[in-house]
């Protein structure tokens, strides 16, 4: 078999910084199967067999643990974002080689954290709610990978998510899945439902709702959100309100 080529995440357009620029949370997310290899990505064929075989060939070539000793972990925000992903691996001092295939959730809602990150965004936050449905990533993580993971996010525990209800191009996942669900809860709307992950505009509207933001940045997600991130009495005072709105706790 021919090695598949690799392609580099910055290239494609699968990268983002979101320190500098935290108004692009979550930044572009894997849209076809792959497998990372750093800051690359080998792109797996999408049909079933096809893709074992290729897969199987990239973490055999780059002395990567295989798919059957790895963990699937379902990847949304900024964790679907292979760019993002790979330097959070790289600064753990992990190996940011992994099988990465994007999937549907069902019974998955994905909102918002009841909480302002320390960059400035508003992120993500999935919890299971029967009748949902999700696009996410199944990240397959070594060992390493997932306690990496799990170090960089101290606002999320790790629970476990039923695999056949996340199908991706390799079929159903066998057994479970991890899921990173937010300790601070999701953000309900004004109809006291959760409200679902759209952009940091949203985002920023709901936190100008609250009456949090400073008059002016009700607009502009790219000043509110790096305002957040200069200010820590801005993000607690943000927090706290998006905490007083109500959340779920599910």
């Not at 910055?10 to 849209?31: F, I, K, Q």
């Not at 753990?92 to 965004?121: D, I, N, Q």
């Not at 057994?175 to 809860?185: F, I, M, P």
């Not at 949090?212 to 305002?227: K, V």
Request: with cysteine; aromatic share 4%; glycine share 10%.
């Amino acid at each position: 078999m021919t090695e598949a080529p690799r392609r580099g995440c910055a290239e494609l357009g699968l990268d983002a910084d979101l320190a500098a620029e935290p108004e692009r949370y979550p930044g572009p997310v894997l849209p076809f199967p792959a497998v990372l290899l750093g800051s690359s990505l080998v792109r797996l064929p999408v049909a079933a067999a096809a893709a074992r075989v290729r897969l199987a060939a990239v973490l055999r070539r780059w002395g990567a643990v295989p798919l059957e000793l790895r963990r699937p972990v379902i990847a949304y925000g900024s964790n679907a974002c292979p760019g993002v992903l790979a330097a959070k691996l790289a600064r753990a001092g992990a190996s940011a080689t992994l099988p990465a295939l994007p999937a549907e959730a069902e019974g998955l809602f994905v909102g918002y954290s009841a909480h302002v990150s320390r960059p400035g965004f508003v992120p993500a936050a999935a919890l299971p709610r029967p009748g949902a449905r999700a696009a996410v990533v199944v990240l397959w993580l070594d060992r390493q990978q997932l306690a990496a993971v799990d170090a960089t996010e101290p606002n999320y525990v790790r629970r476990p998510f039923p695999g056949a209800q996340l199908t991706t191009c390799l079929g159903p996942v066998p057994g479970t899945a991890g899921l990173y669900v937010s300790r601070h809860g999701v953000v309900r709307g004004r109809d006291a439902g959760p409200v679902p992950f759209d952009s940091q505009r949203t985002a920023v509207g709901l936190l100008a709702a609250t009456g949090a933001l400073p008059a002016g940045l009700a607009g502009d997600p790219a000043a509110a959100t790096r305002a957040l991130g200069r200010s820590p009495a801005l993000r607690i005072a943000a927090t706290r309100a998006l905490l007083a709105r109500g959340h779920a706790e599910e």
